[in-house]
Nanobody, 115 residues
């Protein structure tokens, strides 16, 4: 199972930016589809963005144009660059390894957007 460790969360003012990182273990990262999810307090976890092994991306409508998912296969790391953050972006953000093999989740990193 791929182990994932997120970092980069924190408190940011509305309109600000954050870059989240997710470091993955294992040699299959290069062929893995990876994703970021978020879960706000009292709400279900939902997909934010996804990136395939060959770099194809998909985004939730709520973040399209403000968020960029990317990967660095040399570092076994996937990133989520978030710009023009809004209070409603406040949530715990989770990295997820989708496939190949069993899916796995990171422990999450808190993002709080508040003035």
């Amino acid at each position: 199972q791929v182990r994932l460790v997120e970092s980069g969360g924190g408190l940011v003012q509305p309109g600000g930016s954050l870059r989240l990182s997710c470091a993955a273990s294992g040699s299959i990262f290069k062929v893995s589809t990876m994703a970021w999810y978020c879960q706000a307090l009292g709400k279900q976890r939902e997909l934010v963005a996804l990136i395939s092994a060959d770099g194809n991306t998909n985004y939730a409508d709520s973040v399209r144009g403000r968020v960029t998912i990317s990967r660095d296969n040399a570092k076994n790391t996937v990133y989520l660059q978030m710009n023009r953050l809004k209070p409603e972006d406040t949530a715990v953000y989770y990295c997820r390894h989708l496939f190949p093999g069993p899916s796995s989740w990171g422990q999450g990193t808190q993002v709080t957007v508040s003035s």
